[in-house]
């Protein structure tokens, strides 16, 4: 009986801490998004100013929030989950 409660108890615990994952930099992750998809996502672009001018600049900057087993990680123009491992999903 104890080493059934045992066995749950550790099962739910590693859940919880792969759900949380805390070694996951929230800055870290930011920044890799922002390298690999913002420039194929349209967050960043060309930008007519009113004197005709074009500039290239950030339009929309990347939120991030927990989600189950990893972040998810969104600006205006798209949205990307990130695992708990690091790797980008579309």
């Not at 550790?10 to 922002?34: C, E, M, R, S, Y």
């Amino acid at each position: 009986m104890y080493t059934k409660f045992l066995t749950i108890c550790i099962i739910l615990g590693v859940f919880v801490i792969l759900t949380w994952a805390p070694w996951l930099d929230n800055q870290k992750i930011h920044d890799n998004v922002f390298q690999e998809k913002a420039h194929k996502d349209g967050t960043y672009g060309w930008v007519i100013q009113p004197n005709g001018s074009k500039s290239y600049e950030l339009i929309c900057d990347y939120k991030i929030n927990y989600a189950p087993l990893g972040r998810w990680v969104a600006s205006c123009e798209g949205g990307y989950y990130v695992t708990f491992w690091g790797e980008i999903v579309e």
